[in-house]
């Protein structure tokens, strides 16, 4: 038996005496999670970003296109691939914008960076969450390019992974889709410490931090 075989028995088993019209929501389960204070929830959530490496850019409601352009000329970055359903007035002037039309890795890998929103920020980890949700676009969108742009707006930050799990939570048991939790750019490091960036995402990350 495999170890997934050995997971999955003990699963059934603990499920054996469920009923089968039982929901998620039928037991009470008492969720005693430690909670943050939200206070200064922006600025902890910059100061955590960066620790990571990333760069962040804070800026007014009518900066971010302004803002997008000198972040990608300043990486010499001259395309930018956004969803479909980016807001016009995220998009950059002097830089070519192409917008993803689905499956293609290959496109992806040669253009210069990917220019995306995201679901929550969670300033506690300095963590982005993305779902597939609006103004995101697929998964490969924010993985392969080498550089991300991510778009990310005051009242989207959090204090905590539980305050954003709780506001996922009821769009996931609905939908199913899939979330994912980005700290910083992309890297790993072996068993003698030696640091990898790019390895599972882009080697840069960028924020643009729009303030109400």
Do not use: N
Request: glycine share 10%.
């Amino acid at each position: 038996m495999t170890a997934k075989d050995e997971v999955l028995a003990r699963i059934r088993r603990a499920l054996a005496d469920v009923p089968d019209m039982e929901e998620p929501d039928s037991v009470s389960v008492p969720r005693e999670y430690a909670e943050y204070d939200p206070g200064g929830t922006h600025d902890r959530f910059v100061e955590r970003v960066s620790d990571y490496g990333a760069g962040v850019t804070v800026v007014g409601p009518d900066d971010v296109a302004t803002t997008v352009g000198h972040v990608c000329r300043a990486a010499v970055v001259d395309r930018v691939i956004v969803p479909a359903d980016l807001p016009a007035e995220w998009l950059p002037t002097g830089v070519e914008v192409v917008v993803d039309e689905g499956p293609g890795v290959e496109r992806l890998d040669g253009l210069g960076a990917a220019l995306t929103g995201c679901a929550f920020a969670i300033a506690e980890t300095g963590t982005l969450v993305f779902d597939a949700g609006a103004r995101q676009g697929r998964r490969a969108l924010t993985l392969v390019p080498d550089f991300h742009l991510c778009v990310v707006e005051e009242g989207q930050i959090v204090d905590g992974v539980v305050t954003a799990m709780r506001r996922l939570a009821p769009d996931l048991r609905g939908e199913g889709r899939p979330v994912t939790f980005v700290s910083g750019p992309s890297a790993t490091s072996d068993i003698e410490l030696s640091r990898v960036e790019g390895v599972h995402g882009p080697r840069r990350l960028e924020l643009v931090l729009v303030r109400s």
